[in-house]
């Protein structure tokens, strides 16, 4: 069995992966080491049962390992990518710090998982944005069928996808306005309670916002056409876990609802609810921990049967396939 290191295990993603190794590939708990900040080093945290401590960053401690799961931020990928792969570890990286490079591939299993086979040992695959993977599972098939001339989406990002300190805030300022507790210490956040905050990631000079920019350009890589015109509005929604998606698409050939909800329902850990699923539609409550990405409320333009602008509303948990799963699903693949 291959040994693996997941490097920024305390934090939303790297707990998720904890679960999802276990989940997917149930590793023996000796094949696992786990890293993260000096102030976490010591800690521990469960796997299998077995309480594993969590260690110091060095780039000694890497000869041993075969695959790293790295989710400690840009930076961290940045500086200390290099040294890793010099002692012999490939590394699947969260952080979006080498998605755009192109000696490295951007990796969704489902969309373009033939890339995984054509690497040498010892690289970096990077693990895209959370709100462009699920994206990018709903356009392939689509693109495939009726080709793709514009993607147009608005997202509902929950504090999650900002890692633990987006969900202390809005737990902390949600007690601090219902007086539930005085005693919760400040955070640096933007107001997120009871609050849509409609700009993610820093702000460009150009107006764009940075997580914008992800979407569009790792849209373009994962799909492997630049000619797709892609907008996106992003915000941040007072959930907890889960991003939501409005999308609009232009199409080559027009389709009806149908046909399009067929097309989606035949593609790989994609839930379609079909048009007329009143019930119950997909929402972050009841995605919470499905590594499935779910499409719902197709649409054609109002009043017509079959058009080339098709509309439609995407949920999945940011740090399942969004993240965590995503790594994971690219490491079973690596390893078999
Ligand atoms: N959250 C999402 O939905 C999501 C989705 C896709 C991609 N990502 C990306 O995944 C990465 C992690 O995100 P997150 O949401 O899990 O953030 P997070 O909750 O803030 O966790 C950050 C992790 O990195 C560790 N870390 C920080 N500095 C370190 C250092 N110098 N050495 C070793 N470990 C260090 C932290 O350790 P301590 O606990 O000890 O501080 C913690 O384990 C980011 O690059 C993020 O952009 C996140």
Not at 169 to 179: P, R, S, T
Not at 205 to 233: P, R, S, Y
Not at 252 to 278: G, M, N, R, W
Not at 317 to 323: P, Y
């Amino acid at each position: 069995m291959k040994q693996i290191a997941i490097v920024g295990a305390t934090g939303a993603v790297g707990q998720q992966m904890i679960k999802d190794l276990e989940e997917f590939l149930n590793v023996p708990p000796e094949n696992l080491r786990l890293f993260a900040s000096p102030r976490s080093v010591g800690s521990k945290l469960l796997y299998r049962n077995t309480e594993l401590t969590v260690e110091a960053y060095s780039a000694d401690a890497f000869s041993s390992i075969d695959y790293v799961l790295m989710s400690a931020g840009s930076g961290f990928s940045k500086k200390h990518a290099d040294e890793i792969l010099a002692a012999g570890a490939t590394i699947i990286d969260n952080s979006s710090a080498w998605r755009m490079d192109d000696r490295y591939p951007l990796v969704v299993p489902e969309v373009n998982g033939h890339l995984l086979k054509e690497l040498s040992a010892a690289t970096v695959i990077a693990n895209p944005n959370c709100s462009t993977i699920q994206m990018v599972m709903a356009l392939k098939p689509i693109q495939e069928k009726f080709g793709l001339k514009m993607v147009n989406v608005s997202t509902y990002q929950s504090v999650s996808g900002s890692g633990q300190k987006g969900i202390a805030a809005l737990d902390q300022q949600v007690k601090q306005h219902y007086k539930i507790d005085d005693q919760t210490s400040e955070i640096d956040y933007a107001q997120i309670a009871f609050n849509v905050v409609p700009a993610i990631d820093t702000l460009q000079d150009d107006g764009w916002c940075f997580e914008e920019i992800k979407m569009i350009k790792e849209t373009h890589k994962i799909l492997g056409d630049d000619k797709i015109q892609v907008m996106a509005t992003t915000a941040r929604v007072p959930s907890f876990y889960c991003h939501c998606e409005s999308v609009s698409l232009q199409l080559e050939k027009p389709s009806t609802a149908s046909e399009i909800e067929e097309c989606l329902s035949s593609f790989k850990d994609l839930v379609v609810y079909p048009q007329h699923h009143y019930e119950k539609f997909p929402d972050p409550i009841s995605v919470r921990g499905s590594h499935k990405t779910h499409v719902a409320r197709v649409r054609t333009m109002y009043g017509r049967e079959s058009s080339d602008w098709i509309q439609f509303w995407i949920v999945a948990d940011n740090l399942k396939k969004g993240a965590a799963t995503n790594a994971v699903q690219i490491l079973e693949k690596l390893i078999s």
